[in-house]
């Protein structure tokens, strides 16, 4: 499964880790994503998505109604 939010879209970030001699090699930082099942009055049913806790967040505080009806305009499966 690919470490992505379906609420914001945040991806993993690229870059190098850097050792105490100044050694650099690939890295990548994911996003906190977690399954998270909600009600959804406006479809009158339960929906599990991959969030991250900043979706979360944003979920808590637009709605999920609001939430779900922009993953939907977007042509994503719920």
């Known amino acids: 499964m690919s470490a992505v939010c379906q609420v914001l879209g945040t991806k993993p970030g690229f870059g190098n880790s850097v050792s105490h001699s100044h050694r650099?090699?690939?890295r990548?930082?994911?996003?906190?994503?977690q399954k998270k099942r909600y009600w959804v009055p406006s479809l009158g049913r339960h929906v599990t998505l991959r969030v991250s806790?900043?979706?979360?967040?944003?979920?808590?505080?637009?709605?999920?109604?609001?939430?779900?009806?922009?993953?939907?305009?977007?042509?994503e499966k719920v």
């Open 24 to 26: 650099r090699t690939k």
């Open 53 to 75: 806790a900043k979706g979360i967040k944003t979920i808590d505080r637009r709605g999920i109604d609001v939430v779900v009806a922009g993953i939907l305009a977007r042509g």
């Open 28 to 33: 990548r930082w994911n996003p906190n994503i």
